[in-house]
């Protein structure tokens, strides 16, 4: 079994690695540069600053991986007499220019006669830079701050602003590398973090990952103590303190803060992009199954008769009728009632807000549960085991709910943790007609966007919730059959 799941988990992760990359090589190379400025106001502002908007644009075509820039100053840097190679056409530059083009760079020139140079990186190369930067491990090496030579560097165990203790780090860029609070699940850390890169161009200069992972709507204020021994009413994360550089600090930070983690991270009263997803998503799906398990199962007990034609007809209903216009069909009904057609109306704090988004998402699952859990159900009925039950006298109440559904709800069962897990996808039309600001309609967004970095993110994320899932219903049917057992060499038996 431990050979098995090992060789699953690899398999796993180069499968995963393998659909990134292919995405990875999609966007970068079959979308055009040009397409990624699209929606970007701050170029209307340079027009007619034609050195402006090339520093511009390069400087964020290399943050966003596409290629390396340089300018004739990072050139000179490498130049014995930088103030003489800094001169427009002087000899410095030019040899510099001549070894930098062997090596693939382009070099054009600003209007004062000055040079930068732009390198694209190769197919490989830019799978290769995705995953060499994708784990970042915080270090008393991280920060490097010109103003602050005297940094201690060291990593230590400390009672935080609330007197629990938590390992900390000076010169690392988080000041809490592990810590504890009351939110779930009560163990944090900031030692080890996923990059997936910046937001462009919406949400422009944030992490990706920041950005369906924070908090939404009003912030959220409470009363702490800071480290000065100030007391003050704040949104401040106090444990997502980053390193400031000190130029940047101010009398506030320093009335605040004994250090230069200054740099707190929001917290927030509504949920992240995912945990709204979640929340609705995982409250459908469990209605979903409460309707369509019990519903299932009797239409097979009564199989020909009429609750079982009904539950044929109800079937044939949600698969005949799109899905989009059920979901606008639902709302309506809901708005009769006196429900809101869109979250926002109430927004999160009022559970009408909920009632409608999930018992749609409940019932456009429904037909297909029903329908599977039915025909599981009736294949088990004809099985000799079930023959052979019938003739020892048992009634068809304890055949079907000791032997048949023992067996039938196992494929069902294979399937709960993807369902439970892909939650976090949302669902893009639900989430689009009733206004939720969840997830998933983040992925069409992005492309409509250019959002590279967006989309590389959330393809990860999907990609690896799905592989990972179908682990999880392999080893759980191990658990509900114990017959079933899993192999490296056969799969399962």
């Known amino acids: 079994m431990k050979q098995y799941i090992l060789g699953r988990v690899i398999r796993s992760v180069l499968s995963?690695?393998?659909?990134?990359?292919?995405?990875?090589?999609?966007?970068?190379?079959?979308?055009?540069?040009?397409?990624?400025?699209?929606?970007?106001?701050?170029?209307?502002?340079?027009?007619?600053?034609?050195?402006?908007?090339?520093?511009?644009?390069?400087?964020?075509?290399?943050?966003?991986?596409?290629?390396?820039?340089?300018?004739?100053?990072?050139?000179?840097?490498?130049?014995?007499?930088?103030?003489?190679?800094?001169?427009?056409?002087?000899?410095?530059?030019?040899?510099?220019?001549?070894?930098?083009?062997?090596?693939?760079?382009?070099?054009?020139?600003?209007?004062?006669?000055?040079?930068?140079?732009?390198?694209?990186?190769?197919?490989?190369?830019?799978?290769?830079?995705?995953?060499?930067?994708?784990?970042?491990?915080d270090s008393p090496n991280q920060v490097i701050d010109d103003d602050n030579p005297d940094l201690e560097r060291k990593i230590y165990i400390e009672k935080d602003y609330n007197g629990v203790p938590a390992i900390q780090c000076s010169g690392c860029n988080y000041q809490y590398l592990v810590?504890?609070?009351?939110?779930?699940?009560?163990?944090?850390?900031?030692?080890?973090?996923?990059?997936?890169?910046?937001?462009?161009?919406?949400?422009?200069?944030?992490?990706?990952?920041?950005?369906?992972?924070?908090?939404?709507?009003?912030?959220?204020t409470r009363e702490v103590v800071y480290e000065t021994g100030q007391t003050g009413t704040t949104a401040m994360n106090l444990h997502a303190c980053q390193y400031k550089p000190s130029a940047t600090i101010d009398h506030l930070d320093q009335n605040k803060f004994n250090s230069n983690y200054a740099n707190c991270a929001n917290n927030y009263k509504s949920p992240s992009m995912i945990n709204m997803s979640y929340i609705i998503g995982g409250l459908g799906l469990l209605l979903a199954y409460l309707i369509s398990i019990p519903a299932g199962i009797y239409m097979a007990r009564k199989k020909d008769q009429w609750p079982d034609k009904l539950g044929t007809v109800y079937i044939n209903f949600m698969i005949a009728v799109p899905s989009l216009a059920f979901i606008f069909f639902a709302r309506q009904i809901g708005y009769a009632l006196g429900l809101p057609d869109k979250f926002p109306q109430y927004g999160f704090t009022d559970l009408r807000s909920?009632?409608?988004?999930?018992?749609?998402?409940?019932?456009?699952?429904?037909?297909?549960?029903?329908?599977?859990?039915?025909?599981?159900?009736?294949?088990?009925?004809?099985?000799?085991?079930?023959?052979?039950?019938?003739?020892?006298?048992?009634s068809q109440k304890e055949i079907f709910n000791r032997h048949i559904l023992r067996n039938a709800i196992i494929p069902i069962v294979q399937g709960i943790p993807s369902s439970i897990i892909l939650c976090i996808s949302g669902s893009v039309i639900t989430e689009s007609v009733f206004s939720i600001p969840g997830m998933g309609k983040m992925l069409p967004d992005a492309i409509k966007a250019n959002n590279i970095s967006m989309v590389i993110t959330l393809t990860f994320i999907f990609t690896a919730l799905s592989v990972f899932a179908l682990l999880i219903g392999d080893l759980l049917i191990t658990k509900i059959d114990p017959r079933i057992k899993l192999s490296s060499k056969g799969g399962s038996r």
């Open 16 to 137: 995963v690695m393998a659909v990134v990359s292919i995405v990875i090589l999609m966007v970068y190379l079959m979308i055009p540069q040009s397409k990624v400025f699209k929606n970007d106001s701050i170029l209307i502002k340079l027009a007619g600053k034609p050195d402006e908007i090339a520093v511009y644009k390069n400087t964020k075509l290399e943050d966003l991986g596409y290629l390396d820039f340089v300018q004739q100053q990072d050139l000179c840097r490498l130049s014995e007499d930088y103030d003489r190679c800094m001169e427009a056409g002087s000899a410095a530059s030019q040899e510099l220019k001549a070894e930098y083009e062997k090596k693939g760079y382009v070099f054009e020139e600003f209007t004062n006669g000055l040079l930068y140079a732009t390198r694209s990186y190769l197919p490989h190369e830019l799978v290769l830079n995705f995953f060499a930067n994708f784990i970042q491990i």
């Open 354 to 394: 909920y009632v409608m988004p999930v018992i749609v998402l409940a019932l456009l699952s429904t037909a297909s549960l029903m329908i599977w859990t039915r025909r599981y159900m009736v294949d088990q009925s004809n099985s000799d085991y079930v023959k052979f039950a019938k003739a020892k006298g048992l």
């Open 179 to 220: 810590y504890f609070d009351s939110s779930f699940p009560f163990i944090h850390q900031n030692w080890i973090t996923l990059n997936f890169g910046i937001s462009y161009p919406t949400y422009s200069g944030l992490d990706t990952w920041d950005v369906i992972s924070s908090g939404q709507g009003e912030l959220d």
